[in-house]
């Protein structure tokens, strides 16, 4: 651990400044296919080339929507620039956005990140409100991308209505249950239900698997169910004195603690390789997460994994898009985010894998392809998230919500997971991470 505060954030400016540096020197280095510049304009063959910067799986090229849009407008080529981990994506944005150049002619903005473009980077960013009926979306999803003098950063996507996605060969060998009506009444109204199921599954475990991938997913999960998060509405921060946090922790701390996590970092390679060979039986599945498990379990996990309900409504993810104001293309970015996030191509998105539209009208229309669902064993996928999302609580993100969070799983429990500090150890090491953070 650091040796002192005062150190530690000398350091950490340190290491902000050389990544300045090394952002302005690399351009897009890090970006998926290895190009050295994000930005936009004209190709060889006369069009105008647009990139889009995501992370995960966002599900625009895998549905086929920017081949569809691509041949709807001739003139229009589109790139899409993957960052896996949204840690290390933020960053990379808000560090191109101060820059003025370098940014991607849309960006995605994660649901822990909007409440800090909205509050520290709107001038950056294009007034989409003006652009769109809004009506279209959630009024909720509108509100946490718009600025109290109401200009509207970027345009809902998805959000993230909670299940559980489990393997039901291996709950068949563990002998459980595995008819997901059965199981989501065994855990209902309770994780720490889920964490009991988890007990029972490690007596009988087959070999070289555990109950869950990480205790991090299951904090992840159990807090996007409760009231409250990080900061009070009015941006006091209480990350420190929040019962719904401090619920969500010791949850955790009952995996992270006990043999039935795989302790595995999620979004790092392990964690897909753990899909690919069955390494674990449950994962917390927010609807976007279909998408992840079809591309990471590959064709070995057709037919053996099935969706249940989740202990309780929960919402956990979600994002926006947004079209930086120094887009070279700005006027073009504008209208393909626009059909992008459109009720018509969010349902396309959900057919394909399962993300939920922030679309109302799309709901009544929503049906996922024919081989999602026969991959999750024909799983009622709409009925199951849609009857999440109808009782999420709704929650407020403060300024650094993603930052906290990651301290608390990426420092706090994985101190507990993986390196066998007790609770309370991991805990104070989020705690001194968070200060940090905050500049306390």
């Known amino acids: 651990m650091r040796t002192s505060t005062r150190r530690s954030r000398r350091l950490s400016a340190l290491a902000v400044a050389a990544a300045l540096t090394t952002g302005l020197l690399a351009g897009c280095a890090e970006d998926s296919d290895g190009s050295g510049s994000n ?10 080339t647009l990139t889009v910067g995501t992370f995960g799986t966002f599900g625009y090229k895998q549905a086929g929507l920017y081949d569809e849009y691509m041949k709807l407008h001739p003139d229009i080529s589109i790139k899409e620039n993957v960052t896996t981990r949204t840690d290390v994506y933020w960053p990379k944005v808000l560090t191109r956005l101060q820059a003025g150049s370098g940014a991607d002619d849309i960006q995605a903005i994660e649901i822990m990140n909007v409440t800090e473009a909205v509050e520290t980077q709107a001038d950056k960013f294009v007034d989409l409100g003006k652009e769109v009926d809004k009506s279209q979306w959630l009024d909720w999803k509108n ?23 489990y393997r039901k060969d291996l709950f068949e060998k563990a002998g459980l249950e595995t008819d997901r009506t059965k199981l989501a009444e065994q855990w209902k109204g309770d994780w720490g239900k889920y964490v009991d199921l988890g007990k029972q599954y490690m007596e ?41 946090v401090k619920k969500a922790w010791n949850v955790a701390m009952e995996v992270a603690t006990s043999d039935m996590s795989a302790k595995l970092k999620q979004f790092d390679k392990p964690w897909d390789q753990g899909y690919a060979n069955g390494t674990f039986a449950t ?56 059909w992008l996030t459109a009720p018509e191509q969010q349902a396309k998105v959900f057919a394909k894998q399962a993300s939920f539209p922030s679309t109302p009208s ?5 049906k996922p392809a024919a081989a999602t669902t026969a991959y999750f064993s024909n799983a009622p996928i709409t009925e199951i998230f849609s009857a999440s999302a109808e009782t999420i609580p709704s929650q407020y993100f403060g300024i650094k919500d993603q930052a906290i969070n990651t301290a608390l799983t990426d420092v706090g429990i994985l101190q507990v997971e993986q390196k066998g500090k007790s609770a309370d150890e991991g805990w104070d090491a989020a705690g001194k991470e968070i200060k940090d953070v905050l500049g306390q």
Do not use: H
């Open 283 to 338: 994962v917390a599945c927010p609807a976007w997460m279909i998408g992840y498990i079809l591309e990471k379990s590959g064709d070995s996990g057709k037919g053996k994994w099935d969706v249940a309900a989740a202990p309780t409504a929960s919402n956990w993810g979600g994002s926006f898009l947004g079209v930086p104001t120094a887009s070279k293309n700005q006027k073009e970015a504008v209208e393909l985010a626009k």
């Open 143 to 165: 509100a946490q991308a718009t600025t109290k003098d109401g200009k509207q950063i970027g345009l809902g996507t998805d959000v993230g209505p909670m299940a559980i996605c």
């Open 204 to 244: 009988k475990a087959p070999s070289g698997t555990k109950f869950v991938d990480s205790a991090s997913s299951v904090y992840n999960a159990a807090l996007g169910g409760e009231p409250e998060r990080y900061y009070q509405t009015d941006g006091t921060v209480t990350w420190d004195k929040s019962a719904s």
């Open 362 to 366: 799309a709901y009544d229309s929503l």
């Open 39 to 48: 930005e936009g304009g004209g190709n060889a063959d006369g069009k105008t």
